[in-house]
Nanobody, 117 residues
Framework: QVQLVESGGALVQAGGSLRLSCAVS????????MGWYRQAPGKQRELVAA???????NYKDSVKGRFTISRDNAKKTAYLQMNSLKPEDTAVYYC???????????WGQGTQVTVSS
């Protein structure tokens, strides 16, 4: 019943922009912290950005000033706006929903972002 449906991944040239979306159903969206993670081939999954229920945000240092995480509670959707993309941003990007009190943790299917030189 819980679903996180991602969209927006693509092949893009360095310096370009993408907007990832994560549409959520089956949970009380407004009480979940939302996050975007990424995993490059042969590397560990890492947190890229997170946004709390009160819209406090935090970012991985290497994406600060380039990426923006946001949420729309009415639409039950989280977003990741990515500007000035670099080849090192290439990865599978995953949407995550974290429940209060660690009662549940849900993941999207992942969407491929490829940044070419």
């Amino acid at each position: 019943q819980v679903q996180l449906v991602e969209s927006g991944g693509a092949l893009v040239q360095a310096g370009g922009s993408l907007r990832l979306s994560c549409a959520v159903s089956g949970i009380v969206f407004r009480i979940y912290t939302m996050g975007w993670y990424r995993q490059a081939p042969g590397k560990q999954r890492e947190l890229v950005a997170a946004i709390t229920t009160r819209s406090t945000t935090n970012y991985k240092d290497s994406v600060k000033g380039r990426f923006t995480i946001s949420r729309d509670n009415a639409k039950k959707t989280a977003y990741l706006q990515m500007n000035s993309l670099k080849p090192e941003d290439t990865a599978v990007y995953y949407c995550n929903a974290q429940s209060p009190g660690n009662l549940g943790d849900y993941w999207g299917q992942g969407t491929q972002v490829t940044v070419s030189s």
